[in-house]
């Protein structure tokens, strides 16, 4: 059997990476006591992926594991066990056992909800506004990292809802192997917009408070509800 759990990521702890996370959650199974499985060969390791790796420097509100089990376990069992063996900025939240045959988180993934909080209130006071006269464009291009080096892209496609209240910049966008928006990404688009030279620097908090799936209608909805 497998449990998917659901687990914070705090702002104190976010400056830790993912193979950090990685490794405090194998500390923790290990810790439990729990019948977790492990694979098979010379160097047999925890069986548990994550829907996806969360960048040094963000928060993640819910984010969600794959574990599997040797042993029949409870949802309950398995969240008390492993909140008593994590640290509490990433205390679990919920779990839910899914069947063996039930699709890879990576394979169900198709976006995620973020809260960017910009830092300075005189820079947000010139971004929130950009967000319209952005939108209204035909293309929104900007610059993405790949292996060969900096590429230019259209994110327009990528960016699913976007608004914005106070210093708050709330953004849903597209989150899977094939194509992805950063929040950096769509900061640097928004920079432009807004007319703020792209060597300044803006200081945004970056929490990721959802990743999304499409249930059978196409709509995009919670991934642990999948």
Same mark, same amino acid.
């Given at each position: 059997?497998?449990?998917?759990?659901?687990?914070?990521?705090?702002?104190?702890?976010?400056?830790?990476?993912?193979?950090?996370?990685?490794?405090?959650?194998?500390?923790?199974?290990?810790?439990?006591?729990?019948?977790?499985?492990?694979?098979?060969?010379?160097?047999?390791?925890?069986?548990?992926?994550?829907?996806?790796?969360?960048?040094?420097?963000?928060?993640?509100?819910?984010?969600?594991?794959?574990?599997?089990?040797?042993?029949?376990?409870?949802?309950?069992?398995?969240?008390?066990?492993?909140?008593?063996?994590?640290?509490?900025?990433?205390?679990?939240?919920?779990?839910?056992?899914?069947?063996?045959?039930?699709?890879?988180?990576?394979? =169900? +993934?198709? $976006?995620?909800?973020?809260?960017?909080? &910009?830092?300075?209130? /005189?820079?947000? %006071?010139? #971004? !929130?506004?950009?967000?319209?006269?952005?939108?209204?464009?035909?293309?929104?291009?900007?610059?993405?990292?790949?292996?060969?080096?900096?590429?230019?892209?259209?994110?327009?496609?990528?960016?699913?809802?976007?608004?914005?209240?106070?210093?708050?910049?709330?953004?849903?966008?597209?989150?899977?192997?094939?194509?992805?928006?950063?929040?950096?990404? =769509? +900061?640097? $688009?928004?920079?432009?917009?807004?007319? &703020?030279?792209?060597? /300044?620097?803006? %200081?945004? #908090? !970056?929490?990721?408070?959802?990743?999304?799936?499409?249930?059978?209608?196409?709509?995009?909805?919670?991934?642990?509800?999948?």
């Amino acid at each position: 059997m497998r449990i998917q759990a659901v687990f914070e990521k705090n702002e104190r702890v976010r400056h830790i990476g993912h193979l950090d996370i990685q490794r405090a959650v194998q500390r923790g199974l290990r810790r439990s006591g729990l019948p977790v499985g492990y694979s098979n060969g010379f160097n047999p390791h925890i069986l548990v992926s994550f829907a996806s790796a969360l960048s040094t420097g963000a928060c993640g509100q819910r984010e969600i594991m794959d574990v599997t089990m040797a042993e029949e376990v409870s949802t309950e069992e398995f969240l008390l066990k492993m909140n008593q063996a994590m640290p509490p900025e990433m205390q679990l939240l919920e779990a839910r056992q899914v069947d063996d045959r039930h699709p890879a988180l990576t394979a =169900l +993934l198709k $976006a995620a909800s973020y809260d960017l909080l &910009i830092r300075d209130p /005189e820079l947000s %006071r010139r #971004l !929130v506004p950009a967000i319209g006269p952005m939108m209204e464009q035909q293309t929104i291009m900007t610059l993405r990292k790949s292996k060969s080096g900096l590429k230019e892209c259209d994110i327009k496609p990528m960016i699913y809802a976007l608004q914005g209240k106070d210093q708050h910049l709330y953004a849903t966008m597209a989150l899977t192997e094939r194509e992805t928006c950063k929040p950096g990404m =769509l +900061l640097d $688009a928004l920079k432009k917009t807004a007319g &703020i030279p792209e060597e /300044e620097n803006v %200081r945004m #908090l !970056v929490v990721r408070t959802r990743l999304l799936g499409e249930d059978g209608e196409g709509r995009l909805v919670p991934l642990e509800k999948l």
